[in-house]
């Protein structure tokens, strides 16, 4: 009985270890980034317990004078407008698959499945051939359009895993009830569904915000987003690495709040719980 007391502690007290070992390994480049960001150009690399009290704000009031803030405010629409269009096509496409008794489900599935795997370099071409010709380079509407090849089919995908944990019992009796079925899908799907709807919702805003391959190629001087300005602080000549410090905290920090606020409905959604 002792043995077995004493080996369960080992066992929690190893896993605990390795958790506190994960989450320095995770949280300890952050804390680096946000130290050089008010560190002066002259003390970046010089050990913080050397010089504790050598911090400034010099390198965030010089971000300002830079066109960073107005690629940050283009990153926030271009990644919000992609990822409400997805939710407004991807949530009715996805109950429609899910639902429905179409034949060629299975076939979608993996159509759905090679789209959210295949690397966006394999639809950039086309789409900049496409944009060249219809005067979309540079512009909300062709980046919100590139980012929605990244962003529709994760929302159709997860929100079908969603749906399809809902039982059909539900639609049979909001239709019996005398709901049309895009009733049903309003009033009754999506209040159910609703922590897969917010887990998908910041899954993609994530990943429209964290672009840069897209926002690369398609945007110019009037759209650039911010993953793509913080190239501007990269020279031949030399690299502001206050400005870039600064230039990831203030990408990250607009996130996770969104991220701390929606954590229960993002942990229903993995989990696979569906609350009616």
């Known amino acids: 009985m002792r043995d077995d007391s004493f080996s369960f502690k080992l066992k929690r007290g190893f896993g605990i270890l390795m958790m506190l070992a994960f989450a320095v390994f995770a949280v300890f480049p952050i804390l680096w ?15 913080i ?4 009290f050598e911090l400034t704000l010099e390198n965030y009031s010089a971000i300002i004078g830079t066109n960073f803030p ?12 992609s990822t409400l269009l997805a939710l407004l096509l991807g949530i009715p496409a996805a109950f429609a698959l899910s639902k429905s008794r179409l034949s060629g489900k299975f076939l979608a599935s993996w159509l759905l499945l090679l789209l959210r795997m295949a690397p966006p370099v394999g639809f950039v071409i086309p789409l900049f051939l496409i944009y060249i010709n219809s005067g979309l380079i540079d512009t909300y509407a062709g980046l919100i359009f590139a980012y929605m090849s990244l962003t529709l089919p994760l929302v159709v995908w997860s929100m079908w895993t969603t749906f399809n944990q809902i039982p059909n019992e539900v639609i049979e009796a909001a239709l019996m009830d005398g709901a049309s079925i895009w009733k049903t899908l ?7 569904a609703r922590p897969g709807i917010v887990a998908a919702a910041i899954l993609s805003f994530l990943l429209a915000w964290n672009d840069f391959f897209f926002a690369l190629i398609i945007t110019r001087s009037e759209t650039v987003t911010a993953p793509v300005a913080v190239m501007n602080f990269v020279s031949y000549a030399s690299v502001d690495w206050g400005a870039i410090a600064v230039a990831s905290i203030v990408l990250t ?3 996770v709040p969104v991220i701390i606020l929606a954590n229960k409905y993002i942990v229903q959604s993995l989990g696979g719980a569906v609350k009616g």
């Open 70 to 81: 107005f690629a940050l405010l283009n990153s926030a629409i271009t990644a919000g407008a």
């Open 186 to 192: 309003v009033k009754v799907m999506i209040p159910i």
């Open 49 to 52: 317990w050397e010089t504790p």
């Open 33 to 47: 980034v946000l130290i050089l960001s008010f560190r002066p150009a002259t003390q970046l690399f010089v050990p």
């Open 253 to 255: 920090l607009p996130v």
